[in-house]
């Protein structure tokens, strides 16, 4: 089984900073990419940032230059720095990996529980 704990979100004004982070556990043989997703109330789930296993990442148009993801592959943690942070940022962020729980399987997807990030004006 494997877990993936998020932390760091909260309530924060406009142009103030957070730093999420996302932890992985449990029967882990290899992590390909990990990733943000957040999802607004009645909007869809939408990809904000992710990072490949050599670290090249990629980012939603809309966080360019204010968000920044990155990650740690010795202890299966990935990172979602959040700068200029915007009312419209608000929104439950969850964390999602690519896992191979074992040398012979084949890698899947696993969610967090998601955090929430709320940004007031």
């Known amino acids: 089984q494997v877990q993936l704990v998020e932390s760091g979100g909260g309530l924060v004004q406009a142009g103030a900073s957070l730093r999420l982070s996302c932890a992985a556990s449990g029967s882990i043989n290899s992590i390909n990419a990990m990733g943000w997703y957040r999802q607004a109330p009645g909007k869809q789930r939408e990809l904000v940032a992710s990072i490949t296993s050599g670290g090249t990442t990629n980012c939603a148009d809309s966080v360019k230059g204010r968000f920044t993801i990155s990650r740690d592959n010795v202890k299966n943690t990935v990172y979602l720095q959040m700068n200029s942070l915007k009312p419209e940022d608000t929104a439950v962020y969850y964390c999602?990996?690519?896992?191979?729980?074992?040398?012979?399987?084949?890698?899947?997807?696993?969610w967090g529980q998601g955090t929430q990030v709320t940004v007031s004006s």
């Open positions: 999602n990996a690519l896992v191979a729980p074992s040398a012979w399987s084949h890698p899947q997807p696993y």
